[in-house]
């Protein structure tokens, strides 16, 4: 008898609507110990429907127990997660988004009247300094079919979910994006606010005990920019916020003036700076893209879950 240790995972599956994946759906895995190519064992499994128990992966108490999750199904497009750490001691999970390859962004969850009712800090972000926020945010939807707002979504949504050392998220200090300058234009991948200067001191805190980490020459990819700091707590689309200190203004806030700097948020889909650049930077530099708030949407759903926590932009992406 082969008392050799054996570890599992569980597979949980959920199509761009964040829901269980149909259980019609058949879909094909690759399940990959950590180990170099020419040693590393593949586990081909079949299987349908939004939820599969792997059993008998080998066990070696290493780091060779990172596994690496593949899925394809017909009509969807593929999802894979790495390091899943299995163990004997229970099944480790995986959540993957299996995305319709015809899905398109669908706001119809993230109108402005349930986003002034459900997530009422965004709406106050977005009505700052501006008497018609309802018809910006409404246009947002009908321009580059949605990217924008999606990105709008996911860098709100991403930054309300970070604690800074003061207990403070980003978003509870004074944002006012920036709609109508070209030099600070939103775009599909990032926008442009002035926010209070004293965000600074809470994120420069942050990188200190190494909640974020500072990236030296912010200007080199953001052009203009004096300082800037990523998040650390995931291994893809890390909230990044650059700043641009040469461009400040002071308003008037309900507790007197406040001194304000411009911010640039952005997530970029990879921890790693040369993954960034190498995988992310030169691509889009290549094709004259930009990164695609819906590879974010789904990346960072992802990992969420492995961090027991739920990014919910609101929209979902629907075939």
Known sequence: MDDTPTGSILINLVDGTRKPLPPSVKWSARIIDGRSLDAQHVYNVNGSGPAELIKGLTYFNNFFDNYSVILNAKGYEGAAWRPV???PAKPAGVDLMMIPQSAHLNFSGAGWQTLSSIRPRFAQILSAGVPDAAARYANLTEQSEGLILACLLNLLTAMS??????????LDYYWEP???????????DRFFAYADVALISDVTKAAKIGAFAEEKDPGIFHPGATLSYKQTQF?????QLTFHQGNTKTVQGPGGPIDCVVVEPDIDYYKDLLAHFFLEVIPNKATGGLS????????RWMAGKQ??????PLYIMTA
């Open 235 to 239: 291994d893809v689309t890390n909230v």
């Open 161 to 170: 979910l970070i604690s800074l050392p003061s207990g403070k998220s980003p």
């Open 85 to 87: 750490h299995i163990s």
């Open 292 to 299: 695609d708030p819906r590879v974010v949407y789904v990346l």
């Open 178 to 188: 920036i709609w109508d300058d070209p030099q600070f234009a939103m775009a599909q």
């Open 307 to 312: 961090s027991g926590s739920d990014f919910d």
